[in-house]
C-alpha cells in the first residue's frame, strides 16, 4: 500500500472494474464501502449493507446480458481531488459489445473514501441513459 490516496483509489477503482467485468460479485465488494450510494438519472439507490447490494446482482448481469453488454473499458480516469480520507474520481466510461464495439459510454463520478486503512467506493453518480435499466 502507497502512503498516495490518489494512487490508493485508482488501484482500488482498478480492481472494482476488474471484478465487474468478470462479474464477480465478491471481488466488486472488495472494494466498496455500505453504506452505498449511487445516483443514476434523478434516482437515488442506497445499500446500507453489502447483502442489500448482492440481492440486486443476478439482475444487474441480466440486465448487462440483455443489452449486449460484454465488457466495460475506462476510456480515461482523473483523481480531481483528493486527502488522507478521500479521493474524487472523474471518469469516462465505455460499455463495449462482444465485438469490443462501444455501444454506450458515459461520464461518472465516484468518491472513495478510506475506512480503517482500506480504499473502497462509497457513492458513485453518473450520467449515463441506459440502453436498459441497471443498478449497478
Known amino acids: 500500500m502507497s502512503d498516495n490516496p490518489k494512487e ?3 488501484a482500488a477503482f482498478h480492481r472494482w472494474n476488474t471484478a465487474f467485468n468478470q ?11 455500505f453504506p452505498h450510494f449511487r445516483i443514476a438519472r434523478k434516482e437515488m ?5 453489502q447483502n ?4 440486486k446482482e443476478p439482475q444487474q448481469t441480466k440486465r448487462l ?4 453488454w460484454h465488457h466495460t473499458t475506462t476510456v480515461s480516469l482523473e483523481a480531481a481531488q ?16 462482444k465485438d469490443d464495439e462501444e455501444y454506450l459510454a458515459f461520464d461518472t463520478l465516484w468518491i472513495f473514501t478510506n475506512e480503517d486503512g482500506k480504499w473502497g467506493a462509497k ?8 440502453a436498459s435499466p441497471t443498478d449497478n
Request: a negative charge; zero cysteines; hydrophobic letters at 35%.
Open 45 to 49: 439507490d442506497v445499500w446500507q449493507t
Open 52 to 55: 442489500d447490494w448482492l440481492e
Open 123 to 130: 457513492f458513485r453518480s453518473s450520467f449515463v441513459n441506459f
Open 82 to 97: 483528493a486527502n488522507e480520507e478521500k479521493v474524487h474520481l472523474i471518469i469516462r466510461q465505455s460499455r463495449r459489445n
Open 8 to 10: 490508493e483509489a485508482v
Open 23 to 33: 462479474r464477480d460479485a465478491d471481488g466488486q465488494l472488495d472494494s466498496m464501502h
Open 65 to 68: 446480458e440483455d443489452e449486449g
